[in-house]
């Protein structure tokens, strides 16, 4: 008989309960197992012969025993056995369901491949919310997951271990971009559920959510595939950072370009200094440009984690036009407005800017998708001798989009010109301008154009030799708008015997212009003219007259290819014509002058463009320091002096220093004029060369400039500026109205052009300075056998006339003098309003059609004879009527 | 090295040890006692009571196969187990399984060596 102690069945009863789990969870009967055990171990003690069994005894026999090993579940499945024999490999037990298997495959890759097609279609949520997939690399990323997710999904499949490990990392990799993606859509989930209830459909939104989940779970079926359950699956983490790592690089250069705007908005300098070099170093120029247009809905691209970072600050349209032009260098709007990714439906209004913040106002603003010019005709005539052009510049706007749109332009004048005519068609019949003072005009325009948005033209001037155009509305779907302006300018002559005419040509426009959209040009008169190009050939022309025509692109028209070359009689140097607009009996005559400045003062505008321009205003200003005393100054971040006063050496010392210069961005050319003006004014004659690019941002107030050139009185310097490109200005727009500036005709290459300035001023080149004088007899206008010639040359006389008044502060009268010669000028605008009520309701004047200038149509010749004989009767009869009118 | 030639031969252990338990069933009707100082005495298996018992458990409950109670005079009852038609065919095709397997392994010998 045998005896257990208490100690040695409770040690027994421990080792049962502590095996039970194993034995549970192996297949076998756990209560079968333990009581062959106990049985077994009973026949141990019998055969042992052991009287007494003690806790040590019971220690002994469960060590030899050892604990219960479980086997793999395969091995107990044998009764079920291929009939090939194969080992059971892990897929087959980690292999999902049919139905799983078919979730994971629609949750995972069907449904995200359908609504990336759809959204690369239709742009629907682009259109709707924002734009989630706004460049390539954001498709390919969002194609990336249903791509990683099919891989995962076939490998489970086939029970293809193997692939485990790079699975794993791209799987990571899915997780984090879905993951991303579904935190986007997370403010979608709830209208999806909804537009589920109630349309059936509307599971897109979901679709990130839903790829989130299946590439989780797939994660967990291709873990099975290893050698047990618990193998861990690498490359989660590392994956998931790939993932990310990729969203972050696609998205940062955006939010890096938005945080930049926001330093550079900033009100401390040193921050503003910081946002600029930023952005000039890592700036995205779309980001950059979409800003400029402001952030209507369309316009912005999928920033929900840019917004979390950045905040919701939004920099000004206004500022980010300023900054753009700091960093890029050109204005916003010399390029097209940026793609704005819009839905269908509802949501075709969307596919244009429909937002234009500058109707109405005195900037040209950004381009508006639908308006575009639809026609363009130039017809100018020379009287070569009396060194005057007068040009009709026809333009027909076109408005393809939904709803009505002002035109806006800026124009570039031959130099010296003057807007001396507008008309505009209304229902087929042209209407002419008022002149007046140019706040009365504006008014008008506002009044007419902005409130009641009937069909105003407006044109004021932007500057030296520019204005501004604008008129409203071009009609929606297809309509158009025509209106014509006349220009009246002096030739450039560069000797006695040539004389150069530039046509006008478009600085800066809020519309496009077509492919195929050429400008037609026409030129006439009594004397040879030769074309800047081959674009233009001789046309049809009375005997003694020449003629040019042909079709020039808008490029050309900025270019020297748009210059006409005339050819005068050399002995021809004076000129006179009666002023038919003056009281009294008055003529107007012109004179020779030649100049020779005391000190030249270069201003040299540091913006990036300039960069290929150094070597040649090097060369400029060494062969003025040759013999004059020379500064250079260039306009950078500051104001930076390459050299001290002086000539010879110290000027070639500061041309090689301009070659050295760093140039970037745009920069604000204002503090190194006013510091030029300064210097130029120590010293009588001294004359200022600004050499610059378009300005198309103002940086800061240009009053302190404005003052000194309103201040300058007689002997003041004059400034010749020499723009490297067409654009717009807005430093000379603030110049607009001064004497002492001077726009250098732009002929060819710059070099050259600088070239024949700096010889205009040597002893030995005689200038022809546009003076113009009135005498009081006409005996005196004929003195030295002048030629006599049109009105045009009392139009020019009235403008220098205006610009005398307006310097010695006698606005009224220089209006009234504008208005009555019917002038653009800095303090007078013309407006065409659509009919005389609206004339008579904002205190407005048509003026008589009979007083235009006007280009008789070639080989009319015939009528031109009746014509001016009649015209000379009618301005006869209204002078002495306006005489009568006056007393 | 060691580690993973002890590793080795567990899992080897463990892939053959159905099939010496069914081979000794085969030739006889064993009980829990006899068939445990039958399969220590084979080399390399290194069994114990704690692994032989779940797995005749287990094998019971697979229906491979069926036991019996019989007293002793010796000492306590004892369990017999006896091999069934389906442990029968088992046992078959595990057979064919190894011998398949064993010539594959030994082929590569060959061209190892």
Known sequence: MTTWTEAARAELERYFTGIRPALESSGADANEVIEDLRRHLDAEVASAGLAIVTEQDVQRLLARIGAPETAPAAAHNLATARPEHQPETASSKSKPGKFISGLFLFAGVILPIITLALELATHMCAGAFFDPLPTIWNVLLVAFVPAANLLAWNAIQRGQAERRSWLGWLNGAAIGVAGYYAFLFLPLLLPGIIAVLFFGWGLLPWSPMLSLIAAVGLRRQVRRLGPSPEAPLPGFWRGLGLGLLALALIEAPGLATKIGLQMAASDSVEEQRAGLRWLRLAGREDTMRRACYGFNRGAQQMDIVGSLIAGEERVSAEKARAIYYRVIGRPFNSVPAPEVRTGRGPFADLNEWTWDDDHGGDKVGGRLKGLSLHSSRLDTVVDAEAAWSYTEWTLEFKNDANQNREARTQILLPPGGVVSRLTLWVNGEEREAAFAGRSHVREAYQQVAVQQRRDPVLVTTAGPDRVLVQCFPVPRNGGLMKVRLGITAPLTLASASEGTVRLPCLLERNFNIREGVRHSVWAGGACEIKPGSNALTTGAAEAGHSALRGMLTNGELSSPMALLTVARDPLQLSAWTKDTRAAGEKFIRQRVAVQEPSRVIFVMDGSRDMAPHLDTVADAIRAVAASTETLVLAASDEVVALSGAGSGQRGADAATALQHLKTYGGQDNVPALLQAWNLAAQKSGSVIIWVHAPQPVLQASAEALTQALERAGQGAPQLFELQTEPGPDRVLEKLDGFAVIHSVLRKGELAQDLKELVASWEASHQRWSPARTVVDSEAAAREGGAKETDLHLARLWALDEVRRLRAERKPDEAVRLAARYQLVTPVSGAVVLENQEQYRATGLQPVDPQTVPAIPEPGSGALIGLGVALLWLVQRNRRESSKEGCK | ?113
């Open chain 2, 1 to 113: 090295m060691s580690d993973y030639f002890d590793n080795w031969t567990v899992q080897v252990r463990k892939g053959v040890l159905d099939l010496c338990v069914l081979r000794a069933l085969a030739e006889k009707e064993r009980y829990g006692y006899e068939l445990v100082k039958t399969l220590v005495d084979v080399p390399g298996l290194g069994l114990t009571e704690g692994t032989l018992y779940p797995l005749l458990s287990r094998l019971r409950v697979q229906g491979l196969v069926i036991t019996r109670l019989e007293e002793s005079t010796e000492g306590p009852a004892r369990k017999y187990y006896t091999l069934t038609a389906e442990g029968r065919k088992a046992l078959g095709l595990m057979e064919d399984y190894m011998d398949t397997l064993n010539k594959g392994t030994r082929s590569l010998r060959r061209k190892g060596e």
